[in-house]
């Protein structure tokens, strides 16, 4: 998705759902450096549950865009990729001052469904923060409404980094 979206883009017609599954085969993860700064955390110096969320979020905008995926691009198009299905368990805090690893990978597309893992750990690996597990559904921004499929160049790029 590296060319400039035209007038002419458009997201895909609505039809049969496409009922493709796909599974990551790989146990590599993208990772995603962060630094706990002092407006993440509260008065004690511990990081704000809600930052770790935002962390989440970069990585996987980050690990899309590695693999050539321009997020306001999709929007562009006129597709959005929302949180459907959110669950995290916080193993340990996070202290201001502190540098750590968001790791993320995608592990399943099943049809418009997208499921991404995640984990905070420090940056030597010894330390598990956070782990969670994210689902994103594609939506026609205009019409709010979920899409019958992804558009091709989306699920391209998606299923060439799967496999």
């Known amino acids: 998705m590296s060319e400039e979206p035209t007038a002419s883009a458009q997201l895909p017609p609505s039809g049969e759902i496409q009922n493709y599954s796909l599974t990551a085969t790989t146990e590599n993860w993208f990772e995603y450096p962060v630094r706990a700064y002092p407006y993440h955390s509260d008065y004690s110096g511990i990081v704000w549950h809600g930052r770790y969320l935002a962390w989440l979020e970069e990585a996987r905008l980050e690990y899309l865009r590695s693999i050539g995926i321009d997020y ?92």
């Open 72 to 163: 306001a691009e999709l929007v562009a198009l006129g597709c959005e990729l929302p949180v459907v299905e959110l669950s995290l368990r916080y193993h340990r805090s996070v202290q201001m001052g502190m540098a750590v690893v968001v790791k993320t990978r995608m592990t399943e597309i099943a049809g418009v469904r997208i499921n991404w893992d995640y984990r905070i750990q420090s940056v030597d690996g010894e330390e598990l923060y956070l782990t969670g597990r994210v689902t994103l559904v594609a939506i026609d921004r205009e019409k709010g409404k979920i899409l019958r499929q992804l558009p091709s160049a989306i699920k391209e790029a998606l299923v060439k980094r799967a496999v």
